[in-house]
Nanobody, 112 residues
Framework: QVQLVQSGGGSVQAGGSLRLSCAAS????????MNWFRQTPGKGREFVAF???????DYGDSVKGRFTISKDNAKNTVFLQMNSLKPEDTGVYYC??????WGQGTQVTVSS
């Protein structure tokens, strides 16, 4: 079973940027769609973004235009670039591989 190791995140002021990484233990092209979710206070687990094997991507409404998902197939890594961060983006972000594997989670804190 694939393993996912996340890195990045941290604390930033509103309007700032952060980048999350999710490194897979095997080829992400063989895994399929890679996703980002987040767990925010009061909203539960929320879809953030996905990227398909062919590079097609989509986003949750609350992050469209601010977040960008990308991947490096050679490094088996998926990224989430988060710009124009808002306090309501605060939460724990999880990488998820189709097939049912979750990353360990990364805390993102945005202060006003």
């Amino acid at each position: 079973q694939v393993q996912l190791v996340q890195s990045g995140g941290g604390s930033v002021q509103a309007g700032g940027s952060l980048r999350l990484s999710c490194a897979a233990s095997r080829s992400i092209s063989s895994i399929g769609t890679m996703n980002w979710f987040r767990q925010t206070p009061g909203k539960g687990r929320e879809f953030v973004a996905f990227i398909a094997v062919d590079g097609r991507a989509d986003y949750g409404d609350s992050v469209k235009g601010r977040f960008t998902i990308s991947k490096d197939n050679a490094k088996n890594t998926v990224f989430l670039q988060m710009n124009s961060l808002k306090p309501e983006d605060t939460g724990v972000y999880y990488c998820y591989a189709s097939g049912g594997t979750w990353g360990q989670g990364t805390q993102v804190t945005v202060s006003s």
